[in-house]
């Protein structure tokens, strides 16, 4: 996929653009990326497509290191808390979902750009998920081989 500046909106204080897509077994659905402008030049849009163009020419080590990255997570975090998870949300936990069963856990939200950074690490993950709604799940690329995995606010 060729990403072009055409594709990206200049919406008040921030850059969007949705794009149609399968991320992380989901079927095409449209993605939506955003970035919020810092000087609001024209060397924003070029970077924004930049970084949404590095995501797509890398989205199957991308999600590779996501799923790798949000097991960790569940299996540490997650599932430790899974009766106070079911007293208080009434969810009940997997204690060893497959990929595919974890990742229909998330719901994918927003991809978010932070145009300070460069491509490898400007790209964050909000997700919806089971085990906290009120909340969700942020994912935050920190290189090619590292991401955070925590509460919404990693994402940003």
């Known amino acids: 996929m060729i990403i072009t500046e055409n594709?990206?909106?200049?919406?008040?204080?921030?850059?969007?653009?949705?794009?149609?897509?399968?991320?992380?077994?989901?079927?095409?659905?449209?993605?939506r990326f955003e970035a919020e402008k810092i000087t609001g030049d024209a060397?924003?849009?070029?970077?924004?497509?930049?970084?949404?163009?590095?995501?797509?020419?890398?989205?199957?080590?991308?999600?590779?290191?996501?799923?790798s990255y949000t097991k960790k997570y569940y299996r540490e975090k997650i599932l430790p808390k899974k009766d106070q998870y079911k007293s208080t949300f009434s969810i009940t936990l997997h204690e060893h979902p497959g990929d595919e069963n974890?990742?229909?856990?998330?719901?994918?939200?927003c991809i978010y750009v932070d145009l300070e950074k460069s491509a490898e690490s400007s790209l964050g993950f909000s997700f919806n998920c089971?085990?906290?709604?009120?909340?969700?799940?942020?994912?935050?690329?920190?290189?090619?081989?590292?991401?955070?995995?925590?509460?919404?606010?990693?994402a940003f």
């Open 102 to 109: 974890l990742m229909a856990m998330l719901s994918l939200n």
């Open 43 to 67: 060397d924003e849009i070029t970077r924004m497509k930049d970084d949404i163009q590095y995501f797509f020419d890398h989205i199957e080590s991308i999600e590779k290191l996501i799923l």
């Open 130 to 154: 089971d085990w906290d709604p009120e909340h969700g799940v942020g994912i935050k690329l920190i290189s090619e081989n590292e991401c955070n995995v925590g509460g919404a606010d990693i």
């Open 7 to 31: 594709l990206i909106l200049d919406e008040d204080d921030f850059l969007a653009s949705e794009i149609q897509s399968s991320f992380l077994y989901d079927d095409i659905k449209t993605i």
